[in-house]
C-alpha cells in the first residue's frame, strides 16, 4: 500500500512540476510584450525597456524559470496586469466561487445520472430503457452553454423564477449547476447502466433474490454499491472536467469565479493572470484526480495489489 | 491473386465473410448507427443545397427586416442586422461541420502518427512522449484550447488548430495502447524475422489493424470538437461576426434573449443535432466494430 501510495504521489509530483513548466513555456509564446501592454498604448520605448528590466524580461529563459520557481513556492503568481492586484489574491477571491459552482454541477450529475442509470438498468430493454438512454445521449449532445441559455429563457425571462445573472443565493446556483453538470449526468447515467447490467447479472443477486430480499433492496443496497465502484473514478475525472467547464457557464449566468476571469484575462493580453488561473485549475484537477485514485485504493481493495 | 480469389468464394460458399463486410452488416442492423447516419445525412444535404433551398445571403443586413419572428417568410426568424437566420443556420453547418472533421484530422494525424511511433519503437522515444502527453492531459481540452487561442489569436482557422493540437494527446495515448498490444501479434514477429523495414511493419501490418478503435474514437472527437470550438466561438475567441458559426450566432443571439427567442433556439439545436448524429453513429460504430460482440 506504502509503495502504491509513494508511486501514485510521485507520479502526481511530476506532473505537476509539468506543469508548472508546460504553463511557463506557453505564456512565453503569447504575443505582445507583457511590459508594453501593462504601460498602455502611450508608453515610450525608454520606459517600457526600463519596466522590462524591473521585471527581469531582458534575463535569459532559464533565469526568468529559476525566479517563477521560486515566486510560485512562496505562493506569488504575479501581478495582475489589468487588475493591478496579486494574481494569488485575485484566484482566492473567485476559486470558492468556481469550486461551488462544480460541486453543486457534480451533484447534479451524481443524482441525476444515477438516477437514469438505474431506471435504465431496472426495465432493461423496455421503452423506459430506450427514454433514459436517448436522455443521457442528449445530455452527453447538448453544449453546456445552450442549455445554460434555455434554462435562463425559461426559468428567468418567462417564467421569472430566478434572476438572470448574479452568485448569491441558492437560487442562482441551481440554474448554472444543471447546465454545468448535465453532461456530466448523461456520461454517468451511461455507466451506471452498463455497471448496473453487469452486476445484476452475478450469483449474489441471484442469491439476493432467492432469499426473498425486496427487489428494491436487491437494486440499491445490493447491485448499486457494487455498481457504483467503477462510477467513482468518472466521477472524479468529471469534477475536473466541471471546474473547467465552469470558464463557459460563468460568462453565460454572468457569475464570479475563475472561469470569467480567465476569459477576461485572455482578453486583455494579462499574461501573469492567465499563467496564474491555468496553473491552478490544471493543478486542482491534478489533485482530483490523485484523491479520486487514492480513495479508489480503499473501496476497491483490489487495486492494491495490482 | 488468384488464390485470394478462390479463397473469397470458399469464403463466401461456406458463409464466412469478410471483417469489412461484418462491419457493414452489423451498422446496417444498428438502430443508432442509422439513426445518427439519417440525421448527418440530411444535415450535410441540407448544407450542400443550401444555395439553392435559401433565397437570402448569409452576411446580406436588410435593417428593415430585424429582428422578425419565424414566419412562413422567414421560417427561423431575423437577427438584429435583418440576416436569415435559417440561411445563417444552414451555412453555419459548413463552417462547423468543417473545424470539427479538419481539427480532428489534423489532432489525428500528428497524435496517430507519434502514438505509432512511440508504441512500435519504444525506449526514451516512448518515456520522454509519454510524460509529455501525461501533461497535457492533465490540462483539460478546453483550458489547453483556449491558451492556444490566446497564443494565436481570434479566428477561424486558428479554432481549428486549436481544438486538433488539444486532441493529440489522448490520440497519442489511444494509438499507443493498439500498437503495444498489436505488436505482439504473430504477424509482426513474422514480418520482422523476414527483414521487413520499420516503417513498413507500421505502416502495412500495425496500421491496419489498429484501424478499428480510430475510426470509432475519431468519430466520437468529431463531435467533441465540434462542442469546443462552438464554446470558444461562443466566447468570442473563434469565428468572428458577420461568420455564421453556430457558436458566434449564439453569442451574438443571447444579447436580445428578451426579445427574439429564435436567435438563441435555432442555432443550439443545430449543434445538438449534428453532435447527437455523430455521436449515434459512433455508438453503432464503435458496436459494429466491437470484436467481442457475437456473430449476429
Redesign the interface.
Known sequence: MTRYLLKRLG?AL??LI??I??VFL?MQ???GDPAAIMLGFSCTEERVAVLRQELGLDDPLIVQYGRYLRNLTRGDLGRSMSKSMPVSRLIAQQMPATVKLAFAGLGCAIVLGVFLGVLSAKYHGTWVDTGCMMIA??G???????LG??L??TFS?TLNWVPIVGTAGIGRLILPALALGFRSAGLVARLVRSSMLEVLSQDFIQSARAKGLRESRVLYRHALKNALIPVITVVGLQF??L???S??IE??FGREGIGRL??DA??V?DIPL?QGV?LV??MS??LV?LIVDLSYTLLDPRVRYR | MEAIRRREKRAKKEGIESPARLTLRRLRKSPSARAGLGILLAIILLTLLAPVISPYNPTKMSPTEAFQAPSGRHLMGTDDFGRDVATRVLFGARISLAIGLIAVALGGTIGATLGLIAGYVGGKFDFILMRIVDIMLAVPGILLAMVIMAILGPSLTNVMIAVGLSDIPMYVRLVRGCVLSAKENNYVEAARALGCPRRKIILKHILPNIVAPLIVYSTLEVANAILTSAALSFLGMGAQPPTPEWGSMLSEGRRYIRSAWWLITFPGLMIVLSVLGINLMGDGLRDALDPKLKRR
Open positions: 507520479g511530476f506532473v509539468g506543469i513548466t508546460l506557453i509564446m503569447l504575443p445521449l442528449t452527453v449532445s447538448i453544449p453546456s452553454f445552450w441559455l434555455l435562463i429563457f425571462v475536473g472536467r471546474l473547467a467547464g470558464v463557459v460568462s453565460v480567465l476569459v485572455i482578453n493580453h492567465v491555468v485549475t490544471a484537477y491534478v484526480n
